[in-house]
């Protein structure tokens, strides 16, 4: 999987190879420093997980752009 870490959380999401995102993961370390509890799916996380998802993926992105 590919992650990107902010001051507050860890988000990790696997994709299959037509880049659907098949598996994620999100931790608040704040509130949970260990990583006890995945809170990817919660609903109040829903906006969170978009906006972390679409910053990991221009990431991901410019670095294949940089490649060529």
């Known amino acids: 999987g ?4 902010t001051d507050r959380y860890l988000y990790t999401e ?3 190879d037509s880049g659907k995102i098949t598996a994620s993961m999100l931790y608040d370390h704040d ?3 260990e990583e006890n509890f995945n809170i990817a799916k919660n609903p109040e996380n829903r906006a969170l997980v ?6 990991l ?8 752009t940089d490649k060529h």
């Open 2 to 5: 590919d992650s990107i870490h």
């Open 14 to 16: 696997w994709r299959n």
């Open 31 to 33: 509130r949970d420093p």
């Open 50 to 55: 978009k906006k972390l998802s679409y910053t």
């Open 57 to 64: 993926k221009n990431h991901i992105d410019s670095l294949a």
